[in-house]
């Protein structure tokens, strides 16, 4: 009698271990089948995916970077995400890395929406009616500054380097941002610059450094000092403008003589992706219309998508400084594409930044 009790219990003991078991792979099996997505901050919220999360509720897990260079580091270094949310001047540096899969436009279902002038960036085609990066939003980079602090100011990045507002202006953080704008003033082609340029454009940094008073991709902080005062003007995109607007604060975004800058990111499907049917469902679901609708009317950004567009009338478009059709941007603005020579402008600019 005791042994047959014995062997009951041994029977219940493993049917129970043999039910955790199951439970634990039920549980990974559910945590490998939400998406992994590495993204800006902002760009995270469920209104860009609805249709998404209709289909996979919770179905979507977002980790943020500060910029798409620490991006790049992070993956690089072995984070791997299933989709990540680069710009475009990045993705050869990340398909050098072998970090990609190419996406197949034939299960992108909104791909003959997309503008040409995004659709047909070089970097991004991987032949066969694949590319590297879904494009889907674009914007500008300017100075956004407070109208009643600064009175009439002369249309100018030079305005970022006026010694009258010392310690009142901040700057962006990034390789493809404040370099960039350096090289325009100091006459170099900031996309390939010889030894000798870039000395140049180093100069013009140091040039800058002590009048601002910070230079940081947290543009919360930028728009709470300049809403206050503490900033009088900032380089920032176009998502600070809108909000500032909004808000009542006195604010315009520059249309600098030089040009301002114009970028575009996207979707890059990492190699490993181990989710790769959800990554199609989510870039789907932010391919939608009422998504870069969305994108539009609530960050002033642009969409990769006509349709979006479609359902933004000329007065709200004209108020965030957008036109309907990106090319019309792009005849008056500089394009951030590639650097050649992105490593050594980087390692040249945190040299700078701290106070070489």
Not at 57 to 82: C, L, Q, W
Not at 121 to 128: N, R, S
Not at 280 to 292: E, K, T, V
Request: charged content about 25%; some cysteine.
């Amino acid at each position: 009698m005791t042994f047959h009790l014995a062997s009951i219990t041994g029977h219940k003991a493993r049917a129970g271990l043999a039910a955790l078991a199951l439970a634990l792979s039920s549980t990974v099996a559910l945590a490998a089948e939400k998406l992994q997505y590495f993204t800006w901050s902002g760009y995270e919220l469920p209104d860009f995916n609805k249709s998404f999360l209709a289909a996979h509720p919770d179905g979507v897990e977002a980790s943020i970077f500060g910029d798409d260079d620490d991006a790049f580091t992070k993956v690089k270094a072995g984070f791997r995400p299933d989709i990540a949310h680069p710009c475009y001047d990045k993705v050869a540096r990340w398909n050098k890395e072998g970090l990609l899969q190419p996406i197949d436009t034939k299960r992108i279902k909104n791909w003959d929406s997309i503008f040409p002038v995004f659709k047909n960036l070089p970097d991004l085609q991987a032949g066969d009616g694949k590319v590297w990066m879904v494009p889907w939003d674009w914007g500008n980079t300017s100075i956004l500054y407070r109208t009643d602090l600064v009175k009439n100011p002369e249309a100018s990045w030079n305005l970022l380097w006026d010694k009258q507002y010392a310690g009142r202006m901040a700057t962006i953080d990034a390789v493809h941002d404040t370099p960039i704008v350096a090289a325009l003033l100091a006459g170099v082609n900031p996309f390939d610059m010889a030894p000798a340029e870039m000395d140049k454009v180093a100069a013009k940094l140091r040039e800058q450094r002590p009048l601002l008073s910070s230079y940081t991709t947290d543009m919360t902080s930028v728009e709470q000092a300049l809403a206050s005062g503490q900033l009088v003007a900032a380089m920032t995109w176009n998502a600070s403008a809108t909000s500032l607007k909004k808000q009542g604060v006195p604010v315009e975004f520059m249309k600098p003589k030089e040009g301002m800058l114009t970028w575009a990111c996207g979707f890059v499907m990492l190699k490993d992706a181990k989710n790769v049917d959800l990554a199609y469902d989510f870039i789907n679901s932010r391919l939608d219309a009422d998504s870069g609708k969305f994108l539009i009317q609530s960050y002033g950004y642009g969409s990769s998508l006509s349709t979006a567009f479609a359902g933004v009338s000329k007065e709200e478009l004209e108020k965030l400084q957008l036109p309907s059709d990106p090319e019309v941007m792009l005849k008056t603005t500089i394009f951030t594409g590639p650097m050649k020579q992105n490593d050594d402008v980087a390692k040249m600019f945190e040299k700078v930044k701290a106070g070489g």
